[in-house]
């Protein structure tokens, strides 16, 4: 059965920092690229982050961002530990939001984030983030 169980979400004031784990298991973390996505209250789903699979030949992997997350926020993956994390500094009060993090297939940057409801994608129950003073 896959799974992903997101966690790190708080209550944080504006200006600090939080860390989202995403933890997987039941199919082969390697294998898949991973997605952040929120959802603040009242609106949509919006993609905030991707990490590709990582290159077994240069052991790396690429990065891409909303305008949104870029320069605040940085996403990570560990296949040795089946984890994908988000870093998210110089938090502010429109970051408030539900993230969750998706597993699946490539999706182009700015793609629209419906593709990531299809049924080859998985997603994790979601972590509250707030940001308030």
């Known amino acids: 059965e896959v799974q992903l169980v997101e966690s790190g979400g708080g209550l944080v004031q504006p200006g600090g920092s939080l860390r989202l784990s995403c933890a997987a298991s039941?199919?082969?973390?390697?294998?898949?690229?991973m997605y952040w996505v929120r959802q603040a209250p009242g609106k949509g789903h919006e993609w905030v982050a991707t990490a590709t699979t990582t290159s077994l030949s240069r052991n790396v992997y690429s990065t891409y961002y909303a305008g949104s997350a870029e320069g605040r926020f940085t996403i990570s993956r560990d296949d040795a530990k089946s984890t994908a994390y988000l870093q998210m500094n110089s938090l502010k009060p429109e970051d408030t939001a539900v993230y969750y993090c998706v597993s699946g297939p490539p999706l182009p940057p700015g793609a629209a984030v419906a593709g990531l409801r299809r049924s080859s994608y998985y997603w994790g129950q979601g972590t509250q983030v707030t940001v308030s003073s």
């Open positions: 039941g199919f082969t973390f390697s294998t898949y690229w």
